[in-house]
């Protein structure tokens, strides 16, 4: 199972730019990252997928460096509303060969 | 909204009552999960199911037992529960098994056992 590792948790305030980093030494060739945010007593939610380079779409964007051993998280201005915790997947999720550990909880201060 | 939808969100149980949980999507996926959440806990695979068929057991008891009519419905039969059985269960869907496709989350059924 490919593993990563990630802060077990953040702070930041209103208004600023927060940058969650996943480490996955073990990332294999095939393997997508994947990004999920959950609330609490939510699901979690799609956030981010990307498999090299940067990816960015209207809620965040993903940098992968060439080696892909890790990947950031990056949340433009982030509001009271973006607490909550952040999953970093690596691999194929569908077939059970990634899991989801255990996060990085992101407080979000006024 | 996530297209998937869980009930009930709350359910309380005796350890000897049998209930069932209920997981619908209408996005057109064939591919369903059941996890389950426990409190500090990283959420746990339980079930996968692919064009209803059983393709996933992670070493799950056998008093939780799943069932897959059709690709839009998915259940979870609950009987002799135990206390640590508590927890959110939380089901997803996808598109299919493969590709790294995105799962998307209901917001689970909050179970208590007493």
């Known amino acids: 199972l490919a593993k990563t590792t990630q802060p077990i948790s953040m702070d930041s305030y209103e208004g600023q730019e927060v940058n969650i980093t996943c480490s996955h030494n073990?990332?294999?060739?095939?393997?997508?990252i994947t990004w999920y945010q959950q609330f609490p007593s939510q699901g979690p939610r799609f956030i981010i997928q990307?498999?090299?380079t940067k990816v960015t779409n209207e809620v965040a964007s993903l940098f992968i460096p060439a080696d892909r051993k890790s990947s950031t998280l990056s949340l433009p201005r982030v509001s009271l509303s973006d607490t909550a915790v952040y999953y970093c997947?690596?691999?194929?999720?569908?077939?059970?060969?990634?899991?989801f550990g255990d996060g990085t909880t992101l407080t979000v201060k006024p | 909204e996530t297209g998937v939808t869980q009930t009930p969100r709350h359910l309380v149980m005796g350890m000897t009552n049998k209930k069932s949980l209920k997981c619908e999507q209408h996005?057109?996926?064939?591919?369903m999960y059941w996890y389950k959440q426990s409190a500090k806990k990283p959420l746990e695979l339980m079930f996968v199911?692919?064009?209803?068929?059983?393709?996933e057991n992670n070493s799950v008891p056998s008093r939780f037992s799943p069932e897959c009519p059709n690709s839009s419905h998915l259940f979870l039969h609950l009987h002799t529960l135990q206390p640590e059985d508590s927890a959110l269960y939380l089901c997803?869907?996808?598109?299919?098994?493969?590709?790294?496709?995105?799962?998307?989350f209901g917001d689970g059924t909050r179970l208590s056992i007493l």
């Open positions: 997803a869907s996808s598109r299919d098994r493969g590709g790294n496709q995105p799962q998307h």
């Open positions: 996005l057109g996926h064939n591919a």
């Open positions: 990307g498999y090299k």
């Open positions: 073990n990332i294999a060739t095939n393997d997508y």
């Open positions: 199911y692919n064009f209803k068929e059983q393709t």
């Open positions: 997947l690596v691999g194929d999720t569908n077939a059970g060969k990634s899991t």
